[in-house]
């Protein structure tokens, strides 16, 4: 037998399930919550995350933190692989390259899915800054994302 997205939840089919799904897990991780994070799109084949930039995140010359940035792409990245592998996953690799500072009103990451086995996916993700409606790609990344093991006595055990 095998696990769903979620234990007890059933994979979602259309993308308005996959986005309400998705926004369902954003709505459950405390730090995303306390960033302002937004999923803005979600499917099989790919991810979109948005976060608006407020003065907390800037660093001291005033430009976003390069770990906001990084954050922003890893979970798009773990969306992507949570996507395709349909199992609960966790990051298990993650390289990030800044190519310029990222200043603006938004930051937008999109993901998808290189490649995915049936334990692990390796992802992409672009990272824009968006100012006055304008976007600038501020960072690359690649990440490996590695299904979580089942819990011992849960639906895929035995």
Known sequence: MSRSLEEGAATPRSESEWLAYGRDVLARQPFSQLLGAELAAFSPSRCELRLPVTPQLLQQ???????????????????AGGAALQVPVVTSELKINYLRPARGEWLVARAETLHS???QAVCRCEVYAVADGVEKLCAAAQGTIAALPAAPGGPSAG
Do not use: M, P, W
Request: net charge neutral; aromatic share 14%; charged share 10%.
């Open 61 to 79: 010359h005033g430009f976003v933190h390069g770990g906001v940035v990084s954050y922003l792409a890893d979970n798009a990245l773990t969306y």
């Open 117 to 119: 086995g049936r334990t």
